[in-house]
């Protein structure tokens, strides 16, 4: 009962590598059986009724019937790319991680995506963007599922669901199709401040990016390092391109939104082909691991919540290099499947309320877009280490498993040497002291300050980047039919800046209204804007 692979002989046989290529000098049922004609259905004459029997017309017909699948229900929009991460070593004294060991080669599939159109939605939209790296590392795969924002819309998962119902386009007419510029997006986020950052962001440049090439990632949360002693480290991380950061001006990506929808996926793909490989550098902010889980008095397992640059600055610790497009976009763009959960030894999760949700979420709608529990089987999916679990059957089960005994312990088919070593896999959690506490439903009181950090965005923000912002709310603010959100839009403006508010309280022809809140007493941050990059 060694390590086993998923598939019964470890590779495809002749026959599977000859459908999978399209080759031979004949076409086949999915049985095998040889085909003279695929043009005609069988009938009873030239001009008579087709017949029932006719086996190749129904199997062809009935597989096209079935050949979509659910989009993702967020970010189902994307365009994927392979590489390879290659480890500087600089964080083997934080982590016990093998991939990040010096000079460490790690294959990795990367998915940019949007967050709300749906599949065929143009690639220029404002939005959030996607930025999901799967490494296949030698100790099992290792997701990190980040975004090119560094903060999130909400504090706790239990408001994924309200947030995407409200962001999505309207129940009734479906519109608009991939933009934030409706009612119930500005209901939600005006009625829940803690968004308040998140939008900011949006409605910077940064929600209407240049290229992937040119984004920046974020794992937003507070990830908990460890290392060969046990001894922990809290984290952020960060991908910073090569190219710099950059974004498309409005204008410009109104234009190309009609003249090609498709120009993020294409720019991706036609620069992979033409040998100008993308590059990232992996960098990480560190913490000290105190019990109160904070920095400088930022609460880390606040999402929506940045570390400054300049309070704790981000150390690169290896380099992504993408040279190789997919060669199936079914296959492996969309049918690949990561999870925050997928942690190698080395890298533990925190308590921030945000990500827990998210580690009940992905498997579970996984299971509904890949139609089963064995979607780890599928190739672009599959881990690069030996797999030996005692996973068995369900849909979509490929493997033939040996051995009669999927318990442990067993005495039938060989046991399994479980414990010699267990202390160095995964999810062996750092012993973390949880203090003790009543159940309760509510947020910390850390948790409720939502205007200091956008106010910093905003004073870090150059004239232009300034501009830009004031015309995005007005833009969007202003497709509002509702006066009462518009109106709760500028509250929120006014409680960030009163020149933000001022101005684009002019855009929309309305009265500007005083902060309710006291302005907070916040430096800029220069590394927010992209002007320094
Ligand atoms: C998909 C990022 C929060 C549920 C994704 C994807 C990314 C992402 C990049 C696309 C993955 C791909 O390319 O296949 C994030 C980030 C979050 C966040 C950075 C916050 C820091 C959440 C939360 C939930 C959630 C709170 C639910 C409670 C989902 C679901 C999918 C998804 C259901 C679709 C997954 C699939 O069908 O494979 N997210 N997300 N996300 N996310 Fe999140």
């Known amino acids: 009962s060694g390590p086993d692979t998923y598939s019964p002989t470890g590779q495809p046989t002749a026959a599977d590598q000859a459908r999978m290529a399209q080759a031979g000098s004949y076409l086949t049922t999915a049985q095998g059986a040889r085909l003279y004609d695929t043009d005609h259905s069988l009938k009873a004459g030239p001009r008579g009724p087709v017949l029932l029997q006719d086996h190749h017309l129904r199997e062809k017909i009935m597989h096209f019937d079935h050949e979509r699948i659910p989009e993702r229900v967020v970010h189902a929009r994307g365009a994927a790319a392979h ?77 994924f669901p309200d947030i995407v119902h409200a962001a999505k386009p309207h129940p009734d007419r479906e519109i608009p199709q991939a933009q934030s510029a409706h009612d119930t997006h500005w209901d939600f986020v005006t009625l829940h401040t803690e968004a308040t950052h998140h939008v900011l962001w949006n409605m910077s440049d940064r929600g209407i990016p240049r290229s992937f090439r040119t984004m920046e990632g974020f794992g937003i949360h507070t990830f908990r390092l460890v290392d060969a002693e046990g001894r922990t480290t809290l984290v952020k991380w960060h991908w910073k391109p090569k190219l710099g950061v950059h974004s498309l001006v409005w204008e410009e990506a109104q234009i190309i939104s009609g003249v090609d929808p498709d120009f993020h996926r294409r720019d991706l793909a036609d620069a992979i082909e033409a040998g100008a490989y993308p590059e990232w550098e992996l960098g990480i902010q560190t913490f000290p691991d105190t019990p109160e889980q904070t920095f400088e008095g930022i609460d880390l397992l606040d999402p929506t919540n940045i570390v400054p640059e300049e309070l704790a600055p981000v150390q690169p610790i290896g380099r992504l290099i993408l040279n190789r497009n997919p060669s199936n976009f079914f296959a492996e763009t969309e049918q690949v499947a990561f999870h925050p959960g997928h942690l190698v030894p080395g890298i533990d999760i925190t308590d921030d309320p945000l990500l827990s949700g998210r580690l009940f979420s992905y498997l579970d709608t996984q299971i509904t877009r890949l139609a089963g529990p064995n979607f780890g089987q599928i190739p672009i999916n599959r881990t690069h280490a030996p797999v030996n679990d005692m996973l068995r059957d369900g849909f979509h089960q490929t493997a033939v498993h040996r051995g009669v005994a999927p318990y442990r312990p067993n005495s039938l088919d060989g046991g399994c040497p479980f414990t010699a070593g267990a202390d160095m896999g995964a999810y062996v959690e750092a012993p973390v002291r949880i203090p003790e506490a009543k159940k309760v439903r509510e947020a910390p009181e850390t948790f409720a300050d939502h205007f200091s950090q956008p106010r910093r965005f905003w004073l870090s923000m150059s004239p232009v980047e300034r501009e830009h912002i004031i015309g995005a709310y007005t833009f969007e603010l202003g497709k509002c039919y509702e006066q009462a959100v518009k109106e709760r839009g500028l509250q929120v403006l006014a409680n960030i800046d009163p020149e933000l508010c001022a101005e684009v309280a002019a855009g929309l022809g309305l009265p500007a209204p005083s902060a309710t809140v006291p302005l907070a007493d916040v430096e800029p941050s220069p590394a927010l804007s992209q002007v320094g990059h």
């Not at 016990?96 to 709300?116: C, G, H, M, Q, Y």
């Not at 930025?131 to 909400?154: C, H, Q, R």
């Open 83 to 159: 590489g390879v991460f290659k480890a500087y070593g600089t964080a083997s004294s934080v982590t016990r991680a093998a991939f990040l060991a010096k000079d460490v080669e790690t294959p990795v599939f990367v998915r940019f995506s949007t967050v709300l159109g749906s599949r065929g939605s143009a690639d220029t939209v404002r939005d959030t963007r996607g930025f999901a790296t799967k490494f296949y590392t030698s100790e099992g795969v290792f997701d990190l599922v980040g975004n090119n924002i560094p903060v999130f819309f909400i504090q706790d998962a239990i408001k």
